[in-house]
């Protein structure tokens, strides 16, 4: 009933840029969209997150580096990634919180796309 598509992961230098985009397909209403990352050995967390209607949350590692945009027509949701660190590296998941019909909320996921930054 719900599908999110990721692209945009890669390879980058420490100080490069990367963009990724996720886009949802769903006949349901999204509430809010956003990204999460999980490294190695560690738990996954929270990057950022654009709640409907609401000013975009980040994460205090990431703030005033990336930038999350969401384009509601589209359903989807973009985070721009600049001034990339090493500790960036992580398996890089889309989150919406779907609202069925009945009004009841529950998460969906996409499938991850890795950020590899290199020092």
């Known amino acids: 009933q719900v599908q999110l598509v990721e692209s945009g992961g890669g390879l980058v230098q420490a100080g490069g840029s990367l963009r990724l985009s996720c886009a949802a397909s769903t006949i349901f209403r999204i509430d809010s969209m956003g990204w999460y990352r999980q490294a190695p050995g560690k738990q996954r967390e929270l990057v950022a997150v654009?709640?409907?209607?609401?000013?975009?949350e980040y994460a205090d590692s990431v703030q005033g580096r990336f930038t999350i945009s969401r384009d509601n027509a589209k359903k989807a949701v973009y985070l721009q990634m600049n001034s990339l660190k090493p500790e960036d590296t992580a398996v890089y998941y889309c989150h919406a919180l779907v609202v069925a019909f009945s009004g009841a909320r529950f998460d969906s996921w996409g499938q991850g796309t890795q950020v590899t930054v290199s020092s």
């Open positions: 654009v709640p409907s209607g609401d000013r975009p």
